[in-house]
């Protein structure tokens, strides 16, 4: 059974750092894309950043030149480094990670649980 387990949330203050860390298990396949998201209250879930096998990453805009992803595939773990955090990051975030299952030839997603991550002003 794939599990995600996240650690690492928090309350800062603004311009704070924290760091976010996602330790996938469980799969008969390689874990391919991993990343994070998050889910404001009375908002969507969004792409915060992701992180290829081959290391190539995405940001959302809002979070470029703040926020580094990384990755150590031989523990299946994903890290979100926070930096100059905002109140306007305040939010649950999620780690994701994708599994190819060559069975069905899809992507299937997988969640962790969330963690909370609180910015004061």
């Known amino acids: 059974q794939v599990r995600l387990v996240e650690s690492g949330g928090g309350m800062v203050q603004a311009g704070g750092s924290l760091r976010l860390s996602c330790e996938a298990s469980?799969?008969?396949?390689?874990?391919?894309?991993m990343g994070w998201y998050r889910q404001a209250p009375g908002k969507q879930r969004e792409l915060v950043a992701d992180?290829?096998?081959?290391?190539?990453?995405d940001y959302a805009d809002s979070v470029k030149g703040r926020f580094t992803i990384s990755r150590d595939s031989v523990e299946n773990t994903v890290y979100l480094q926070m930096y100059k955090l905002r109140p306007e990051d305040t939010a649950v975030y999620y780690c994701?990670?994708?599994?190819?299952?060559?069975?069905?030839?899809?992507?299937?997603?997988?969640w962790g649980q969330g963690t909370q991550v609180t910015v004061s002003s």
């Open positions: 992180i290829t096998t081959r290391g190539s990453t």
């Open positions: 469980g799969s008969h396949f390689r874990f391919d894309t």
């Open positions: 994701n990670a994708k599994v190819f299952n060559r069975m069905t030839m899809t992507f299937i997603d997988y």
